[in-house]
């Protein structure tokens, strides 16, 4: 059953979610990444717009005016590792309830998403197109002076995903447990290989 | 055709190839994502094969880059001495990367440095970065353009190990890298490892290494040896599609090297992202061209 969460989105929309599970979103839902998160956390700047129940896209996307407005051309996730120093903060600050990015985040967002009730979630790397046209409509811009990739993009979304729950509200996370199997798994890996690479005698 | 002719025909070719080069896939990456597709069993990993080949039909369908992330562009070429625009091939560049910014279109990725300001057309100081190698009295030249994007030139690292570290400390520099910053770099993977004697030339070699088309290998016997051993390695750690865990970890290791200094092994890692975007064009002295990377695509 495809499962779709709706902005404002409550705790209770997403407690019961766990790390591995696929949903989707119906709302609003707004990029923000590296330097959005450190205005508002180092330089302590207001966000220009009310995230509390909202989405948030770790994604610099490219779009291009339509008429008095912007189509979205492109738009996937980036890297939201790099956001981790901030998250956990952020999500205090904000009350976001969703983020979504690529790839893990680390243990200050999970205490930020256990304590404060958040998810951080998965869209496929790579898929900026499936992404964009999954955007109904760019409602706004915000922080423009920060480049097409930096801006805040005010999108509404519907039926946006897959989004896979890589940290839900009960302090799992998807690929820190993938990340320990990788771990265990490579040793015995490399040591066969060390033992065929002998190549100075 | 005059040299101003031909330049502008360059430029227009080359505009044209940028565009491709965002919007398609080159044919051994597709091919090698199909093969590795039909591996995987799990659900997660099977949902994001279907969104990668569903995007990457969408990206052809609406005409538009498939990965938001158009990336720094790069030119490697290997011009031949001949080659009548050999002295112009920076402004053509330049050129053909501010028009297809603006025809594609591409996100706008060169920040100045120290400036700390986006030019909004990706040229900047030093960029579009061209990498320049000369072939002796030819009169062609084949150019690779690749889009390296943020998530997967992040994991790139590179160290100058001691000898008796061996070719052992090779391999635990790649499983190290690709197992922590990989993960998060869009996999299955593209690894190109450099062995050489600096930091800076293992570096640029292991980039080059990602250029190749997949499967091909190192002409000797024993780097190939250890391209398959480290390919077939870091499957076995099963990384799968973004990090989700799977059949398979990576799309290929290649391994570019160099004579090196008796006291140093360099070893570099770079990595290209499953949305692996690099072209190969020949351009004959005439400006007729030949598309390597993408057969039957038309410009």
């Not at chain 1, 990015?101 to 958040?118: D, F, I, L, N, S």
Request: proline residues 5%; charged residues 25%; neutral net charge.
């Amino acid at each position: 059953m495809k499962r779709t969460l709706k902005t404002p989105i409550r705790n209770e929309d997403i407690e019961s979610l766990t790390a591995g599970d696929i949903v989707y979103l119906d709302g609003t839902l707004v990029t923000c990444r590296d330097v959005g998160h450190r205005r508002l956390i180092e330089y302590g700047m207001d966000l220009p717009v009310d995230l509390s129940g909202m989405a948030i896209f770790h994604a610099g996307p490219i779009v291009r005016k339509a008429g008095e407005g912007w189509e979205m051309v492109s738009i996937g996730p980036t890297t939201s590792m790099r956001m981790e120093s901030y998250e956990r903060q952020f999500i205090e600050k904000t009350g976001v309830k969703l983020i979504v990015g690529k790839g893990g985040m680390g243990p200050e967002t999970v205490e930020g998403c256990r304590r404060h009730k958040a998810l951080h979630a998965v869209f496929p790397g790579g898929c900026a197109v499936l992404a964009a046209t999954q955007i109904e409509e760019i409602e706004r811009v915000e922080w423009q002076d920060l480049g097409m990739p930096e801006s805040l993009w005010v999108c509404r979304v519907k039926s946006f995903g897959p989004l896979i729950i890589s940290i839900d509200t009960k302090g799992n996370n998807l690929f820190e447990r993938n990340r320990a199997g990788f771990d265990q798994k490579k040793g015995p890996v490399m040591e066969e290989i060390f033992r065929k690479v002998r190549y100075i005698k | 055709m005059e040299n101003n002719q031909k330049k502008r025909s360059l430029t227009d070719t080359m505009t044209r190839f940028i565009s491709l080069v965002a919007k398609r896939l080159p044919d051994d990456v597709y091919g090698k994502l199909e093969q590795l597709r039909l591996k995987e069993d799990s659900p997660l990993a099977r949902t994001v094969y279907d969104a990668m080949f569903r995007n990457q039909e969408m990206a052809q369908e609406l005409d538009r880059p498939s990965c938001q992330d158009t990336g720094v562009i790069q030119f490697f070429v290997r011009a031949g001495s001949e080659f009548p625009l050999l002295g112009s091939l920076r402004d053509v560049f330049d050129e053909a990367v501010r028009e297809a910014t603006r025809v594609s279109p591409l996100r706008h990725n060169a920040v100045e440095t120290f400036e700390e300001k986006n030019t909004g057309d990706n040229t900047g100081v030093r960029v579009p970065w061209i990498d320049w190698d000369i072939i002796p009295g030819q009169k062609s030249a084949e150019i690779d353009v690749y889009m390296a994007g943020g998530g997967c030139t992040l994991p790139g690292a590179a160290k100058v190990l001691m000898p008796a570290a061996g070719y052992e400390g090779v391999v635990q520099f790649v499983f190290d890298v690709i197992t922590s910053y990989g993960v998060n770099a869009c996999p299955p993977l593209l690894v190109g490892v450099g062995v050489s004697t600096a930091v800076e030339t293992a570096a640029v070699l292991s980039k080059k290494a990602i250029l190749r088309p997949i499967g091909t290998r190192h002409p000797h016997p024993k780097a190939a040896e250890m391209e398959i051993l480290l390919e077939k390695g870091l499957n076995e750690v099963g990384i799968g599609p973004q990090g989700l865990t799977g059949a398979s970890s990576v799309m290929g290791v290649h391994i570019e090297s160099s004579a090196r200094h008796p006291s140093t092994i360099a070893v570099a890692v770079s990595v290209g992202c499953w949305s692996h975007r690099r072209g190969t064009i020949r351009i004959d002295g005439d400006m007729t061209y030949e598309i390597l990377s993408h057969k039957g695509a038309a410009l």
